[in-house]
């Protein structure tokens, strides 16, 4: 009988085999859920020492079903799908993998930015309809020039400042937990004032993470405050976006376009906001390259091996504060 017993919940990958690899450096039974529900998981996890979660919601009523449980390895950088409360309350460590995908994300946030910003979706789609006219792109404005916004300054959001400014764009950043240091080193301005940020940008890029303060930031007041010409990106967590007002300013013009990676409800329901002319939607895909997939998946079930054997894992997220 193996020692410990370690639950995959789900997958978004072609297989579980690096999971499965990783994990055989244990003396443990390696157990594929196969299903997201509620009551599978928590009858499969009530005697697994260790759990590896992709998408599933892990609610309180879950992982309150599970006696032996050390560590929810979380394959992604949020934890929004993990009652973070209810683990700690249990004693569970929580880990993430922040530090994967910093170049991938940075540059798909710039991809739909400029995709939106020269209309390159559109003028595919008619060109693949047999319709040969650069005029319905129009009004296109000379990036050069134009202000980029960037809601959160974390690591992912400097790297898309940095490829902002390769194309002459100005860069201002909103973040109000971090010091003047970080704006300064990076050569981008900071704002102050919220109301005034929204006002000033003409591509908006959102990278803070989804906290109580940020869940329905972007709403129909803040889209009110934006330029008509305004752009919206998010790579970051659909529900940073009030996605109803989204929709209804993108229907009226009160902005012109969004490019978005991520949505409230994932994947949309039909007709939902991915029909609209001015939206380019993609299927929460930025995080990915070969490379980063490979690497995400290594850390995820290496913190599982580190809790088991060292009882320390490298991405710790609820450690008690000292």
Not at 37 to 46: H, I, S, W
Not at 295 to 307: D, F, H, M, S
Request: hydrophobic fraction near 45%; include cysteine; aromatic fraction near 8%.
């Amino acid at each position: 009988m193996a020692k410990f017993k370690v639950l995959m919940t789900d997958t978004i990958f072609p297989d579980v085999a690096i999971e499965r690899r990783v994990v055989s450096e244990l003396d443990a039974d390696f157990v594929f859920a196969g299903s997201k529900d509620a009551q599978t998981l928590k009858k499969e996890g009530a005697d697994a020492d260790a759990v590896l979660v992709v998408f599933a919601q892990l609610t309180r009523e879950v992982i309150e079903a599970w006696s032996k449980c050390r560590i929810i390895a979380r394959a992604g950088i949020g934890v929004n799908n993990i009652d973070i409360e209810a683990a700690t309350e249990r004693g569970i460590k929580v880990t993430n993998v922040p530090d994967y995908c910093f170049d991938e994300v940075a540059s798909h946030a710039m991809a739909l930015a400029l995709s939106c910003l020269r209309r390159t979706v559109l003028y595919a789609k008619s060109v693949k309809s047999g319709v040969w006219d650069m005029n319905l792109g129009r009004p296109i404005a000379r990036i050069c020039g134009l202000t980029f916004g960037l809601f959160g300054f974390g690591h992912i959001a400097q790297a898309v400042a940095l490829r902002a400014k390769a194309f002459g764009m100005k860069i201002v950043a909103y973040d109000p937990y971090l010091p003047d240091s970080v704006f300064s080193s990076a050569g981008v301005q900071r704002a102050a004032d919220w109301d005034a940020f929204l006002a000033e940008v003409d591509v908006l890029s959102l990278h803070a993470p989804l906290t109580e303060s940020t869940q329905g930031i972007i709403n129909a007041k803040a889209l009110s405050r934006m330029k008509k010409s305004a752009i919206i990106i998010n790579t970051a967590r659909g529900p940073l976006i009030n996605e109803k007002d989204l929709r209804e300013a993108l229907e009226k013009g009160v902005i012109a376009q969004a490019g978005l990676d991520v949505l409230e409800s994932e994947p949309p329901a039909a007709g939902g906001i991915q029909t609209l002319e001015n939206a380019i939607v993609t299927p929460h895909a930025a995080f990915y390259s070969d490379e980063a997939e490979l690497e995400l998946r290594e850390k995820t079930a290496r913190q599982i091996v580190l809790e088991l054997t060292t009882g320390e894992p490298a991405y710790w997220f609820n450690r008690p504060k000292k």
